[in-house]
């Protein structure tokens, strides 16, 4: 045996190592086995320094920027080409505090309006694997976060808190093989499976026969108990019949750009998803009434004022047509002509018509048009029975559009 | 006698030199390749595609040409990188003790301060990295993780230019064992 051991030593450390590591894999598998005290010493070791690591850039960046600002320039060609290139450095890192700032100033916002609790975090990290889609937040355990907590920026959901340690917080992005929420579209309420792939999002359980349309958003449905209700994921990129259902692609609107500042959603309430917003009105301006003709204002006013014959209508007129049947009705009357009595007789419709008898026809009449007073009241418009007395007094001298006809 | 020292090499004797290094470097290197692909690739994040813990596993196990302690070199910067994932401990253990062990193992018949070698040492043993992480996680823990091939390739052929001046510069730390 020991002949054995010694011939095949290499490969026989090969298999140790691999068998161990099995155990330790299979004993974690098999019992859902707690490795977090190597966890905890693992992230409590690397924390410090990634934090310090960050300490570091800041302050470099500022030291960078001075010693550019600081150099000895001999030539004015060298002097303005650093020069430039200073004001590059200085533009890249003022348009990165601006940016930050910004994000910052949303996020912000965004908190305000959130209904759930909600606590601010900042990535500090990868997690170790090519494109893990893993990262560490500096919020850990102390802050309150705990494994399964939403993550959200102001743009949508961002990923899933997947491991909390005393010192920092593990979350997984949206796009990330393994993720899964519940989602459901703006516009036709379809629901379905949000699951990341490692670049991108598609959503499954859509059948071919359900309706989404391409740049449809989709909403959490809250159905996962994971994310609330309402929280926006993102439009559809691109969507496909298949031979499992639609295949639909999303993109996470909060994983578009850089991402450095989260909220992680303590106490989550559910909300509302928004309606489709109604298409906005062109910029069309609408003028205000035209003023009434004075000639049919007073004649109306008049009719208005005059006791309503038996069996008619009593009430004002309402419309221009109220108005040229009220006007038509009193020029037949003015000239004695009974309509639809033989012989018959033409009423002359360009006469003007009658006045009603009563003084009240004379309150708008003696107006002449173009003199009404801006912002003062048609006349025409005026109720009946409180026109009729006021006008006289204004022009006593006038008179009235029955003596001038006359 | 081992199997290894039964086979036939592809270098003179005088060529195949052990190389030995300072144990604070066997601690700080692989550290800082971990830290590397922790707090790097969020500033620039096409270097995420970098497996700098991967290719400090190959290095050390070339240089020491012992495929015992290249396994056990994979085996701990895999199991520390696993210490900060969120999956299951022992997996990238697994896959860089079998990295370690193969990149010793050829070693022992390459000439490895050849700089070509070095290029197709670092894209063949990211390229089989990958394969046997997305392998295992398939059949050991059922996941159905997709394998995106020609991004892969891309990011071998990556990790190879990388490895030459990475390479050269861990040169610089060795020292002939005795």
């Known amino acids: 045996m020991d002949g054995l051991f010694s011939r095949y030593r290499n490969m026989s450390a090969l298999l140790a190592l691999l068998a161990g590591q099995l155990l330790l894999l299979a004993w974690q598998i098999k019992s859902d086995g707690d490795t977090r005290l190597i966890r905890v010493w693992a992230v409590t070791a690397v924390t410090p320094i990634v934090r310090g690591l960050e300490a570091v850039r800041v302050g470099t960046g500022g030291l960078a920027q001075r010693w550019f600002m600081a150099g000895t320039l001999e030539t004015d060609n060298a002097r303005l080409r650093r020069r430039t290139a200073e004001l590059d450095i200085r533009n890249q890192l003022l348009a990165e505090q601006l940016q930050q700032a910004g994000r910052a100033q949303a996020l912000l916002e965004f908190r305000s309006q959130l209904s759930s609790r909600s606590l601010p975090a900042t990535i500090l990290g990868n997690a170790p694997g090519v494109q893990s889609g893993v990262f560490f937040l500096d919020r850990g355990s102390p802050d309150g976060v705990k494994r399964g907590m939403a993550v959200v920026t102001g743009d949508g959901i961002a990923g899933q808190v997947v491991a909390v340690y005393p010192s920092a917080s593990l979350i997984m992005l949206a796009t990330s093989q393994g993720f899964a929420a519940s989602v459901t579209s703006q516009k036709h309420r379809t629901h379905g499976l949000l699951k990341g792939d490692g670049n991108s999002c598609h959503v499954e359980g859509i059948r071919n026969e359900q309706a989404l349309d391409e740049g449809e958003w989709f909403y959490t449905s809250g159905d996962d108990r994971i994310f609330p209700r309402g929280l926006r994921v993102g439009p559809v990129r691109s969507v496909r019949n298949g031979a499992d259902g639609k295949e639909v692609e999303v993109r996470p609107a909060a994983l578009d750009g850089d991402i450095s500042e989260v909220l992680i959603l303590l106490d989550a309430v559910h909300g509302q998803i928004p309606d489709l917003a109604t298409p906005s009105q062109p910029d069309v301006q609408v003028l205000a009434p035209p003023p009434e003709d004075t000639h049919e204002s007073a004649a109306a006013a008049a009719a208005a004022a005059s006791p309503a014959p038996a069996g008619g209508s009593s009430a004002t007129p309402q419309t221009d047509a109220d108005r040229m049947k009220e006007r038509y009705k009193r020029i037949v009357e003015g000239q004695n002509i009974q309509i639809g009595v033989t012989p018959y007789r033409a009423p002359d419709f360009n006469r003007q018509p009658a006045a009603a008898p009563s003084g009240a026809g004379t309150a708008t009449a003696i107006q002449p048009p173009g003199t009404a007073q801006p912002g003062a009241p048609p006349t025409g418009s005026a109720p009946a029975g409180k026109a009729a007395p006021s006008a006289p007094k204004a022009e006593p001298k006038r008179t009235t559009s029955a003596q001038e006809q006359r | ?178």
Request: glycine share 6%; hydrophobic share 50%.
């Open chain 2, 1 to 178: 006698m081992t199997e290894f020292e039964s086979s036939p090499t592809h270098i003179p004797p005088d060529r195949l030199r052990v190389w030995s290094f300072h144990p604070a470097t066997w601690i700080l290197v692989p550290l800082v390749a971990i830290l590397f692909q922790v707090y790097v690739p969020r500033f620039l994040s096409y270097l995420s595609y970098l497996e700098l813990p991967l290719l400090v596993t190959v290095y050390f196990s070339v240089m020491r040409r012992q495929p015992p302690a290249g396994a056990l070199t994979g085996c701990l910067i895999g199991l520390a990188q696993d210490a900060l994932t969120h999956h299951y401990l022992g997996m990238y253990g697994i896959v860089k003790t079998l990295i370690g062990y193969s990149a010793a193992s050829l070693s022992l018949r390459f000439d490895v301060d050849n700089a070509g070698l070095r290029f197709l040492l670092g894209c063949g043993f990211f390229a089989a990295h990958q394969v046997l992480y997305w392998a295992l996680s398939h059949s050991l823990l059922g996941t159905h993780d997709a394998l995106h091939v020609p991004q892969t390739v891309i990011a071998a052929l990556l990790n190879g230019v990388v490895a030459l001046p990475l390479f050269q510069v861990l040169d610089r730390l060795k020292s002939e064992a005795r």
